[in-house]
């Protein structure tokens, strides 16, 4: 057996994505000893993060790259003005204000698995190295290490494709943000699943724009999404003519609230993607300095760190809110796929603070139940119907929403 690596630390954080940045940063801002392992020297996130600018942390606001105020939703041919900005994060600025927050230790390296050893871990790498730590946090993203994650009925993804690029003839208005398009100007957008443009104009004549399948099981391909973006530019006479980048993004979106173990997990790691957008990264940054300080106060007064970790991240009112999410994601995957757009109409046609609390990463179970009545009382019978199957399939927690709703604690 290879020996202990010499340096042992009061935190091994496994993922160099933005949660365990932010974590790590947080943790270290207290005094604590602390290792962050990742396959990759730092460097800049590599996907496109957009977030309302309202939910960031005050500081984060400041690594926007990008506001739009003009930001819109096409649920049908008139374009719904969502009413608040929106941000595209600058990770190179993102990443530097995490690392200047305070002073750790970036180890290259992947885990292979965590072991309890006395009252401590170890951490085997897949180089035959080991780490030796008091608390293991997993803040390895959506294919997470040790997390003990689940989704219900299987995992039901968010995929999407997308594009930098430059547009002879603009593909959104120019000096708008693109949230949600539903319009199907190509006949191939009328056939399988319901999917949605989502769009930033850049700058100039560079555009992000990004055919979008909010969640699905099985959800669209890569090639599929990709062949239902072109034939949308092109059947809006909105081609590409230089392609800068591509994106696919593939993560799973209905994970039930985690069970506590012995290794903490953060972020993506922890079921934290908000079952309805699928954002993460602003409940992320926001929830960092909460887990970080739950976290030291128990490695300093001797106390169980992950468990303390865990309660901070999952409070009960938090698992409480994604059982009701978790209400809203059945009765999404139940509607037809025609159906999407009326309900997104309803959605974005109810005053904005009552949908923005929806979609915001840390919203109590009471309040999103009351909207999901809200859209229930409001939408059309097509929409109705499924959505009152959904809520039967899962008596016990829509008992529990409908008592939220009304204020009860049961
Ligand atoms: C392309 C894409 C676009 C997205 N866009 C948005 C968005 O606009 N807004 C939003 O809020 N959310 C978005 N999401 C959803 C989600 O918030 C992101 O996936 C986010 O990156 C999750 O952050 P994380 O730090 O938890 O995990 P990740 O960013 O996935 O980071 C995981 C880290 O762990 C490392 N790692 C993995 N395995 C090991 C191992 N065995 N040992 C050591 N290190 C390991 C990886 O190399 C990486 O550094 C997007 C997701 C994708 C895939």
Redesign the pocket.
Known sequence: MAPFSPASSDVLV???????TALSAELAARGLDVQQ????PPRP?P?????WLGDLPAWARGCAEQVWTDVRAYTGPQPTSLGQPYALLDNAALLRTLRGRADWTWVE????HAERRGAGWIVYGVGGEHWQTRLVVD?????A?VSPVRFPGGAALQTAYGLVARFRRPPVTPGSMVWMDYRTPAPELKRGEATFLYAMHLGGDRYFVEETSLIARPAPTRAELRRRLLARLSAQGTPPHATESE?????PMNAQAPAPGGVLAY???AGR?HPVS?????G?LSDAPGVAAAIADALCHGGDAAAAGWAALWSPERRAAREVHLLGVGALLGLERAELPHFFGTFFGLPREQWARFLHPDTDAGTLARTMLRVFAQTGGRVRLPLARAALAQPAASGRALAAAAGLKI
């Open positions: 496994i993922g160099g994505g933005p949660s365990g392992l990742a396959p990759h996130f996907a496109t993060y957009g977030a390296g992947a885990a292979l803040a390895s993203g959506h294919g290490l994106e696919w993004v593939a993560f972020g993506a790691a993607v699928g954002f993460q990264v602003a992320a």
